[in-house]
């Protein structure tokens, strides 16, 4: 089979970067999480104290970072120059950051164009929230992932350490439809499917059952594309 690109899309929650991570290892493809890469411009930023409105430092950030998705004891460690940043771009701070400098739209030029570089050649699985509609429109494989914002918020507890109770469960999810509403009404690469993506609401679908459902898809474009050829 030719290798492909498969863009993942989706909102936050929405189980991402567990079933592209699947996909991925199931293809023998390369995973990248394009999400974690606006996590590292954020954190940098304000590590860097570069201020959101600086369009000239912003780039230059981004011109000047290397960044890496390298599988390691089984997780996929995310290396920026060298450093491996894995856990400080999983913070609840780091998704904030990222939450504003992705709304930058010379911060989406940069690592959109370092995205279509990282898959150019195919045989990668891309998640994030525009890979199908801006990063790779062609993309022979497009899915877009979506859960209530309830599930979504239950998914997010359930992956913390600590018990969470209704009222925290209530406002995990009122800022998860919150986040929906600012990435679907930017005006710079919104959230939206693609026309031609594969619609999945992953609400009542236990993993596995998300996965084999991808592959199963992903098998029948590729034939499809096969016999065209």
């Not at 936050?12 to 991925?24: E, P």
């Not at 994030?128 to 990063?135: A, K, S």
């Not at 993309?139 to 507890?157: G, I, M, Q, T």
């Not at 005006?187 to 026309?195: D, F, K, N, T, V």
Request: glycine share 6%; net charge neutral; hydrophobic share 40%.
């Amino acid at each position: 089979m030719k290798p492909l690109v498969v863009a993942i899309d989706g909102p936050a929650g929405a189980g991402k970067s567990t079933v592209s991570r699947r996909l991925a290892q199931a293809l023998a493809y390369r995973y990248i999480d394009t999400g974690a890469m606006y996590r590292v411009i954020g954190v940098l930023a304000a590590e860097q104290r570069i201020d959101v409105t600086n369009d000239a430092a912003l780039a230059a950030l981004c011109d000047h970072t290397k960044i890496e998705f390298v599988e390691s004891d089984g997780r996929v460690c995310t290396l920026v120059d060298g450093r491996d940043m894995s856990d400080i771009i999983r913070t609840p701070e780091a998704a904030q950051l990222a939450s504003k400098t992705s709304t930058v739209p010379v911060v989406r030029e940069r690592l959109v164009a370092m995205q279509r570089s990282m898959g150019a050649s195919g045989g990668v699985v891309m998640e994030g929230r525009d890979i199908g509609t801006v990063v790779f429109p062609n993309a022979p494989v497009k899915v877009f992932l979506d859960a209530s914002p309830r599930e979504r918020a239950w998914r997010r507890a359930s992956e913390m350490h600590d018990k969470v109770g209704d009222e925290e469960l209530e406002r995990m999810t009122r800022e998860i439809a919150e986040r929906d509403a600012r990435d679907r009404g930017r005006a710079h690469s919104p959230l939206r499917p693609a026309e031609d993506a594969l619609l999945l609401d992953t609400t009542k679908m236990k993993l596995d059952e998300v996965v084999r459902t991808l592959l199963e898809h992903i098998a029948t474009r590729a034939a499809a594309l096969e016999s065209h050829s």
